[in-house]
């Protein structure tokens, strides 16, 4: 079987080809090869075959050519001509779907127009409301006893305030709707459904005057509804016409039944079927009408003539091909697609399938992807404008190793859309796109004569000349297209206003014609100090000068013999074609890394899996002269290669389509090696291909640099103790195999007789022990080795603490320890291994935003982002795992903070998608079952159930079998397995306020233009991102607060009986276990610093106190995570046990004390005192963190009671050192603004 990876697909047009031409290519994808009637998409007979005599032949032509086929497949439209269609059934029309009624009726109203001004009073007098009206006298009132004593009242005055809450009235509308029909079937044919309605009410009845009202209601809203079907249509005809002189006719007549025409509609659901959507697009004119008839399948009892036809027609072709492109795939019914893909794969069982899925979201992506079994999906790269968009499209469409995924096939240009060379910048820019496509690890395609540069569509329905026969070889070229450029640049002596002025006209003399003809260099849009122009000459040397606003120039940055600059022009070997490019790439590679280091400028990297020597393509996607540094030793340039272009069309027969004359020089070097700097003066569009090897001892120090705090528990989940590490006797185990292990020990030397000082002197155990681990040290420690044992100790600590000065100094300025420490680990921790989805996100801003990592914190937005699923973000990439409530809005917090330190709002766009797909599958509810097993957790405690409770905004979910927030501890021991320690089920209080921040800041974005949906949609109506943060600040304080005196308890929803602390605010609202809500937790810190306008202020300050005075000790590094008087509180963490509420770690959330939440009660302080705290108050709570890193160098994600250090915890934790960094940055922020 192939590797899609390594195929490139060209799409052809079979109807224009003379004679095939399948070199270049491994792989053809053709358009439909049956008979059909104006176009290639309109096909006559399924069945049939054309451009061959008959199957066999096509078969023959298949195997003896060696190479992949793939072909469309249409499934849900044909040939108006088709001889077939002799079943009603397999058609739309007013009879299949009688609501087609007044969309056929207008049609032949419309028949009457002769001008453009009969198009609005035709449309007018045809009185669309009629359709849509319930004609109330005709209900016999009479015969339907509705009073009685259980009706509802007639007042349907209630509170408007809730906006998640319908009103009586609009119950009663939304309730009575459920009973009407047939709208759009005939003029007051709408029908209410009286006697269902009461047999389904029962005893619940509305009176007479109740359902009078609400259809009086309806009848208005179905009036103005109409109004504006009929405005769509009047202006829809209105540009039909004016664009080809004629109204929109959307019904063909068949033998004696009239058939829809198929088409597609801008802007809607694309798995909205819009002939039988509600949404009347046939009646509106808002169908695009192609010239086909769309096909429909109904149940599979409507039409077995038709699902049995196009069985035998997709399993003709699963026979031959080796794989199917369905087209218009979601124009299909998913069930149909199911059924005729099964039958295909029957026929061939290695058959590929790939289909268009544009418009699509991410979700519906996922959803025809599993549902079919696709292989992949259709992209295209045509439209990305500059390096940064292609590589981000070319990084995006690749999955993650570790999670097996659909690829894509992606597109320089599909055969649907214009050329690149039309829609983007240029023939050299879609040289460039080539050769970025053709060097990516992606399933790659292509159309037919892209290559060659054609700049013109090539149209399935009018083109009816041939393709020409291309010249692939490499040929001779003596005269050609010279450009040359002239770069304005302002002498340092003028002033910034006389320096900035351009020329205004900038010419060109030389001895080419003589000096007679004066050549005008144009202006560059793009880089306005670049003039240039393009002057045909053959090969020899010439003299020229430029003429800037008519003074004679020589420019001293181009070659010159002290009076005029010279060129030397040489023959040249070129390619007419770019199809060569991808023949460069056909050699085997493991990996493949893209960047782009400039606009204009990309450079992707492809390596074996030893990585000793690679291919650096350096992609210049227009003119440009620049120095490039690469992290690689410069072997030679392989091959470079760069766009010429001279106009001419091509010499062809007049039967087929001419294009005009492009070549690729592969002669001319324009770049030069100068160590690892590669200096590039192109004055077109180049690509340069080197060969590179890394500098093996940068890669050495590299890797030596960052692991000064490596150790084995360091990404260990479980907690389990130090173990295999090397012991110094007297001292004891390093703490970390990097150098700060060692350093701790040098630090605690007194004495010459310390153990550390004689365990260096007695032997080179240590020192080997640092070989074995950093061999980049072997060189020095080689040397120390030899010294006599009187001197080791005293050159080895001196050398240990030299290297450990150079990587401090490397990664941050401050001297004291403390923010030396804390940039340090920052640092160190943009190499982790980001898997986990909450925590990646939760120390983002810390560990990614405020080290300047952007580009890694961009790529990890991206990467979480496209694995949504649910509208969930996964929390776990290994295993794939969704099981949390909160990443997906902690996610959407650090695009938060990435926008708001880079102004780089290109990211809103690109993922909105995903964004609002958060919030409407939350605001509409989430639930399914999570796949993972997992021997410790209960079936219930899969099942992951999100909703919006309607009372207050807040986010409600989970079950007590599950833990969905960052306290996730499951138990595990033979008496507490599956039962989570702390599963907060119903609206945790920092899940609340999240959702307030992560609202507040979309519903920014939308003012400012930059997040296209205004809400989510709810019962249909649209609730704004402000009035759902609005709502949910009205609700917070009264579900959250427990006040100080309980006669306010009725007020506040507080269960007296659960209260053990006053004046706090509850760490859940409406759990499942109603005590757990009440129980004083650390939880409400990380609340307050995200959200703090939901607290009242003396509430939260009296709160705060009763944090620090219950959550922390006197030498806490952290906040304890339970209030001591908890039945649960357990200060230990420990393993063996046989207490259920401590064993095998279960208590880790019920006691221990995290260091992050520190960062948070600090960030809280600072959110609600402002400007009355004080930098001495702030850093004394850091004191016993300061004293910590002196002696420790990190600090661990949990300590003990009190600071106790415990030997399960992680010795360096990400979440600590990114929360407290955070805090510190707050404090220094916000003094910087009051300082001002």
Not at 403 to 429: A, E
């Amino acid at each position: 079987m192939f590797n899609l990876k390594d195929l490139t697909i060209q799409t052809v047009l079979p109807n224009l080809v003379k004679r095939w031409d399948l070199e270049g290519f491994q792989a053809f994808h053709l358009c439909p090869i049956q008979e059909v009637s104006h176009s290639l998409y309109a096909i006559k007979d399924h069945l049939s075959i054309k451009y061959f005599r008959d199957f066999e032949e096509l078969h023959n032509f298949i195997q003896s050519s060696k190479k992949i086929f793939f072909i469309d497949v249409v499934l849900n439209h044909t040939a108006k001509e088709s001889q077939w269609l002799d079943d009603e059934e397999c058609v739309y029309n007013e009879r299949t779907v009688p609501q087609l009624t007044s969309a056929l009726e207008l049609d032949f109203a419309l028949e009457q127009v002769q001008k453009y001004e009969d198009i609005e009073k035709v449309i007018k007098a045809f009185r669309i409301e009629e359709y849509f009206q319930i004609d109330l006298r005709k209900i016999d009132w009479m015969e339907f006893q509705v009073e009685n004593e259980n009706a509802n009242s007639d007042d349907d005055d209630d509170d408007d305030d809730n906006i998640f809450m319908e009103s009586n009235q609009e119950k009663n509308i939304k309730l009575i709707e459920m009973y009407l029909s047939n709208f759009g079937v005939s003029r007051y044919g709408v029908s209410f459904n009286f006697r269902r309605f009461q047999q389904e009410l029962g005893t619940h009845q509305l009176t007479v005057s109740q359902i009078l009202k609400a259809l009086k209601c309806i009848n208005e809203k179905q009036f103005k509804r109409a109004k504006q079907y009929e405005a769509e249509s009047i202006a829809n005809n209105q540009a039909h016409y004016q664009k080809y002189g004629c109204v929109q006719k959307y019904f063909y007549k068949l033998k004696s039944w009239y058939a829809a025409y198929n088409g597609y509609v801008d802007n809607i659901d694309p798995e909205e079927d819009f002939v039988t959507s509600q949404n009347f697009h046939y009646l509106r004119h808002t169908v695009n009408k192609w010239n086909v008839i769309k096909l429909r399948y109904g149940n599979k009892r409507d039409t077995p003539l038709l699902l049995n036809r196009m069985k035998q027609y997709i399993c003709q072709m699963a026979r031959y091909f080796h794989g199917i492109r369905l087209d218009n795939c979601h124009g299909t019914p998913l069930t149909v697609s199911q059924y005729l893909l099964k039958h295909a794969r029957m026929e061939n069982p290695k058959l590929l399938v790939f289909a268009e899925l544009f418009g699509c979201s991410y979700k519906q992506q996922i959803k025809y992807m599993s549902k079919l079994g696709l292989n992949g999906q259709v992209d295209e790269l045509f439209y990305c404008r500059n390096a940064s968009a292609i590589v981000h499209k070319l990084q995006t469409c690749a999955f993650i190793p570790q999670i097996s995924g659909p690829y894509r096939l992606i597109y320089d240009q599909t055969h649907d859309n214009q050329p690149p060379i039309v829609s983007s910048q240029g023939p050299g820019y879609l040289m460039s796109l080539v050769s970025a496509l053709s060097f990516s690890s992606q399933f790659k395609g292509t159309t037919k004569l892209v290559d060659e540069f054609y700049d013109k569509h090539i149209s399935c329905v009018y083109e009816n000349r041939y393709y020409p026969q291309i010249n692939q070889q490499l040929y001779d070229i003596e005269k050609r297209p010279i450009t040359f450029m002239w770069k304005h640049t302002p002498p340092i002596s003028s002033s910034s206003n006389q320096g900035a002025a351009l020329p205004k006209v900038v010419k060109l003399k030389g001895s080419f014609d003589n000096w007679q003809q004066e050549y005008f260099l144009q202006n560059d849009q793009e880089n306005p100090k670049y003039f240039t122009c393009q002057i045909e000459l053959s090969p020899g040397v010439y003299e020229y000068k430029y003429i800037i606003d008519d003074v004679w120039t020589v420019d001293e940055n181009q070659q010159t013999n002290h009076m005029n600059n010279i060129i030397e022009i040489k023959p040249i070997k070129a390619y007419s074609s770019l199809t060569f490019i991808r023949q460069l790439t056909q050699n085997q590679i493991s990996h493949t890394y893209m960047e782009s280091i400039h606009e204009q400028v990309m450079i992707i990297t492809r390596c074996q899996e030893d990585h000793l020597q690679n291919e650096t393509i350096v992609i210049c996607l227009r003119p440009i002269i620049r120095k490039i540094k690469l992290y690689s030793k410069i072997s030679s340039i392989l091959y470079q290669y760069s766009f010429q272009y001279s106009g001419k069309e091509t010499q062809n027969l007049d039967d087929e389509i001419k294009v005009k004359e492009h070549y690729i020089d592969v002669t001319t070097s324009y770049a030069k090696i100068n160590d690892d700097i590669l200096s590039i003066n192109a004055p077109t569009s180049c690509v340069i291909i080197l060969q590179c090897e890394p500098i093996l001892e940068i890669q050495k120090l590299n890797e030596f640099l960052l692991t000064p705090f490596n150790c084995d528990d360091d990404m260990n989940l479980l907690y389990q103790p130090l173990i295999n590490h090397y012991e110094v006797p007297g001292c004891g185990v390093l703490c970390y195999s990097g150098l700060y292990g060692v350093l701790r020990f040098i630090n605690k030397i007194e004495t010459l007789k310390d153990p550390f000082i004689q365990h260096i002197r007695e032997g080179d155990w240590l020192i080997d022990y640092l070989c074995d681990n950093h061999s980049c040290l072997v060189p020095i420690l080689t040397i120390i080795k030899q010294l006599p044992s009187v001197f080791k100790p005293h050159y080895f600590i001196k050398c240990i603490k030299h290297i450990v000065q150079s990587i401090e100094d490397k990664y941050t300025q401050h001297r004291e320890i403390f923010f030396k420490q804390i940039d340090i680990l920052s640092s160190y921790f943009t190499n982790y291994d980001f898997i986990k989805g909450r925590e990646t996100f939760m120390s983002f801003k810390g560990i990614l935003i405020l080290t300047n990592k952007v580009v890694e914190a961009k790529a990890l937005i991206f990467k979480y982002g496209n694995l949504m699923q649910h509208g969930l973000i996964p929390n776990s990439l290994k295993p794939l795992r969704y099981n949390t409530r909160d990443t997906c809005f902690w996610w959407i917090k650090a695009i938060r903070d990435y926008v708001t330190y880079t102004d780089d709002f290109s990211i809103i766009s690109l993922l909105q998608e995903q964004i609002q797909c958060i919030f409407q599958s939350h605001a509409t509810g989430i639930k399914f079952k999570e796949i993972y097993v997992n021997d410790d957790t209960d079936k219930e405690g899969l099942v992951v159930e999100l909703k919006l409770d309607s009372e207050t905004g807040f986010i409600m979910g989970g079950n007590y079998k599950n833990c969905l927030t960052w306290m996730d501890k499951m138990g595990s021991g033979t008496l507490n397995k599956g039962y989570p320690a702390a599963s907060r089920d119903g609206a945790p209080i920092e899940c609340t306020a999240l959702l307030k921040a992560c609202l507040d800041f979309i519903g920014k974005m939308h003012q400012q233009n930059k997040f296209t949906y205004p809400g989510i949609k709810l019962m249909n109506r649209t609730v704004t991102w402000r009035a759902w943060s609005d709502f949910i600040c009205q609700h917070f304080e009264k579900s959250y607060y427990i006040p100080v005196d309980p006669s306010y308890y009725s007020e506040y929803q507080v269960i007296e009986k659960h209260v053990r602390r006053k004046g706090i605010y509850r760490d859940i609202f409406r759990c499942s276990k109603p005590r757990s809500e009440y129980q004083l937790r650390p939880n409400s810190c990380i609340a307050i610093a995200l959200a703090p306008e939901l607290f009242q202020k003396n509430h939260v300050i009296h709160h705060l106190a009763l944090i620090e005075s219950n959550l922390m000790s006197l030498n806490s590094l952290g906040l304890s995570t339970l209030d001591p008087i908890a039945s649960e509180y357990s200060g230990k963490y420990i393993q063996l046990t046989d207490r259920f509420n401590a064993q095998d770690g279960f208590s880790i959330h019920n006691g221990s004390e995290f260091v992050f939440l520190l960062g948070y009660y600090l960030k809280a302080l600072l959110k609600i005192h402002k400007q009355d705290i004080k930098k001495e108050i702030f850093y004394a709570y850091l004191a016993p963190i300061k004293q910590h890193l002196k002696e420790y160098y990190s600090l661990p994600d949990f300590t003990d009671y009190n600071g106790q250090l415990s030997e399960f915890a992680q010795k360096s934790s990400i979440l600590s050192i990114a929360l407290l960094k955070e805090a510190i940055f707050d404090l220094e922020e916000f003094s910087q603004k009051l300082q001002k």
